[in-house]
T-cell receptor
Framework: DTGVSQNPRHKITKRGQNVTFRCDPISEHNRLYWYRQTLGQGPEFLTYFQNEAQLEKSRLLSDRFSAERPKGSFSTLEIQRTEQGDSAMYLC?????????????FGPGTRLLVL | DQQVKQNSPSLSVQEGRISILNCDYTNSMFDYFLWYKKYPAEGPTFLISISSIKDKNEDGRFTVFLNKSAKHLSLHIVPSQPGDSAVYFCAASNNYGQNFVFGPGTRLSVLP
């Protein structure tokens, strides 16, 4: 399967703990995106990378959140000092990055529950 | 401020009939629109897209219509099948950003 993969699929943590999620995009996709989805809402943009460069960050991405894509391949999203409001589905998507109007392909998501 | 709206949280349709899902947007800079389908415990799956230079795009049973003056688009599914039962998200992007803005979704139930 050559789709977008995300690990872990589920994460339960206690408030105040740090968590890290991983996303492996489709091979040769230059752009990688992180979104957050809460119940009853559509995905909300968090940040995106063009290769290893982080080009845009949403105001939703507080200073407790950090994302990296060190070699332009996989990406990690870390949340420090988790809060109950961080409970959500975290989605990763990728696209080729060759033209402006492109389809983004999503992974299955990581569901985070902060107790 | 919700830039992409899907005012019907849910829709039920009989198998074989047409499903029409609607989406409205407020940002006139949006120029690329997509529909995604989402099953429980899975990520959104791309369905169909349309550029603002077109007013219609068709792919098999799925057709998307864009009315730029009304800032409205719709997805038609004909004929509807039980396997189409899912949450459908409308998404839009503009000249200046690569991220998509999603609507809240419409849950479609196709009844056998």
């Amino acid at each position: 399967d050559t789709g977008v993969s995300q690990n872990p699929r589920h994460k339960i943590t206690k408030r105040g703990q740090n968590v890290t999620f991983r996303c492996d995009p489709i091979s040769e996709h230059n752009r990688l995106y992180w979104y957050r989805q809460t119940l009853g809402q559509g995905p909300e943009f968090l940040t995106y990378f063009q290769n290893e460069a982080q080009l845009e960050k949403s105001r939703l991405l507080s200073d407790r959140f950090s994302a990296e894509r060190p070699k332009g391949s996989f990406s990690t999203l870390e949340i420090q000092r988790t809060e109950q409001g961080d409970s959500a589905m975290y989605l990763c998507a990728s696209s080729r990055g060759t033209v402006r109007q492109e389809t983004q392909y999503f992974g299955p998501g990581t569901r985070l529950l902060v107790l | 401020d919700q830039q992409v709206k899907q005012n019907s949280p849910s829709l039920s349709v009989q198998e074989g009939r047409i499903s029409i899902l609607n989406c409205d947007y407020t940002n006139s800079m949006f120029d690329y629109f997509l529909w995604y389908k989402k099953y429980p415990a899975e990520g959104p799956t791309f369905l169909i897209s349309i550029s603002s230079i077109k007013d219609k795009n068709e792919d098999g049973r799925f057709t998307v219509f864009l009315n730029k003056s009304a800032k409205h688009l719709s997805l038609h599914i004909v004929p509807s099948q039980p396997g189409d039962s899912a949450v459908y998200f409308c998404a839009a992007s503009n000249n200046y950003g690569q991220n998509f803005v999603f609507g809240p979704g419409t849950r479609l139930s196709v009844l056998p």
